[in-house]
């Protein structure tokens, strides 16, 4: 055959395929999402086969350890106590509450790592939303957004009290970004960041994070805050407005089913996009590679390339440690 041009030239060797490389994943990044208890035991998740809810030493340990591996930042997902919660959630925005006291001892044993915390309702809320929520006259659940804003708001300068480098706000509540910015600002917190939850999907991936909780909606589903699977153009305006309301980064979860609104969002915005592989994309691939049917470190880092490629800057993943070790040791 006479071919002027070849594309396989470019993929001869191992070489080539390096020098033409467009993509790559980096340990720097990746976040790590650490579950964690007020116990004293570190206890096996059976939804996320792999990953512990650790006690305060059992996370110290382990943020220790992904550090070591040379992963710099963490966010954190505390399972209350079902006695702490309540219908008003007041325990997210206790000095002494167990994330304060998380962020600390982080803060004391590894300086050098970026804390993000989660800021929403849910696992301090006895209704399991992530806002406020109130029955109307129907007998119809309903989420206050207003209200919710600004327990948020107490919940995000308590985190920034302990030390959180960057405040993660999941709730999907209108205004929160802006609300949490002058409320850092007015306190003196100008330094502590704020990465948006800007499209975070009413998803059935989700499913097995709750079971880690505990921390299901008792009622009702998520659907009138977090946003519907069929839509794009609507993450370009939620973008639009946490980018004025003074997000630093913003981000897209899940990640894997959602490499459209991820490529979408990267075309229009300058901020840095974090992508959440979130735990139902991990038990998916955890559950096929233990029937032996994957290759478990082949199909980690390809979906993790994979997000990349679409357009995000940094992966939250429960991978994270596996993948770190898997980028070492190909180094
Ligand atoms: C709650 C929150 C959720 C996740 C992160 N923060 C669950 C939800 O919105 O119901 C999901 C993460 C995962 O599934 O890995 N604010």
Redesign the pocket.
Known sequence: MEMMIRGRRNRRSAAIRGLVRENRLAVEDLIL?VFFHEDAADVAITSMPGCMRWSLDGLIAEVKSAYEMGIRAVVL?PKIDDALKSSDAAECANDAGLVPRAIRAIKDACPGICVIT?V?L?PYNSDGH?GLVVRDENGELKILNDETVEVLCRQALCHARAGADIVAP??MMDGRIGAIREALDDAGFTETGILAYTA?YASA??G???GALD?APKEGD?KTY?MDPGNVREAIRELLMDEEEGADMVMV?PAGPYLDVIARVRDETTLPIAA?Q???E?LMIKSACAGGWLDEKAVVMESLLGIKRAGADMILT?FAKDAAGWIKSAE
Do not use: M
């Open positions: 999402p997902f989660d929403a849910d992530d999941s709730d975070k991936f989700y097995p994070f709750r921390s998520k977090q979860k959440y979130v735990s139902g991990y429960y």
